[in-house]
Nanobody, 124 residues
Framework: QVQLVESGGGLVQAGGSLRLSCAVS????????MGWFRQAPGKEREFVAG????????QYVDSVKGRFTISRDNAKNTVYLQMNSLKPEDTAVYYC?????????????????WGQGTQVTVSS
């Protein structure tokens, strides 16, 4: 059973930055792709960014390309999401999760249980 603990959210003005972290335990971290997802009020949860097990491949939803960067530190079992040039429409609860591959996460969904997420609120 994998455990996921997200942190780093907060309230920021439009144009600002935040760095989210996700600590992973209970699974061999370096063997799995990782992803960030978000759920805005009244909307379904959506894929935001994914990174391969080695960190060599990344993928982003079009709305965050050029603004968000996903990275991972396999020695620390942690995945990060650097969010720059934040917009009010980025407001959501952000979650991390694991997958067998980035493609699998986007097509089938992640394979871990959802954590509590971290709230990101961007004011205009």
């Amino acid at each position: 059973q994998v455990q996921l603990v997200e942190s780093g959210g907060g309230l920021v003005q439009a144009g600002g930055s935040l760095r989210l972290s996700c600590a992973v335990s209970g699974r061999t971290f370096s063997n799995n792709a990782m992803g960030w997802f978000r759920q805005a009020p009244g909307k379904e949860r959506e894929f935001v960014a994914g990174i391969s097990s080695s960190g060599g491949l990344t993928q982003y939803v079009d709305s965050v390309k050029g603004r968000f960067t996903i990275s991972r530190d396999n020695a620390k079992n942690t995945v990060y999401l650097q969010m720059n040039s934040l917009k009010p429409e980025d407001t959501a609860v952000y979650y991390c999760n694991v997958g067998s591959s980035i493609r699998a996460m986007t097509l089938v969904g992640p394979i871990g249980a959802w954590g509590q997420g971290t709230q990101v609120t961007v004011s205009s």
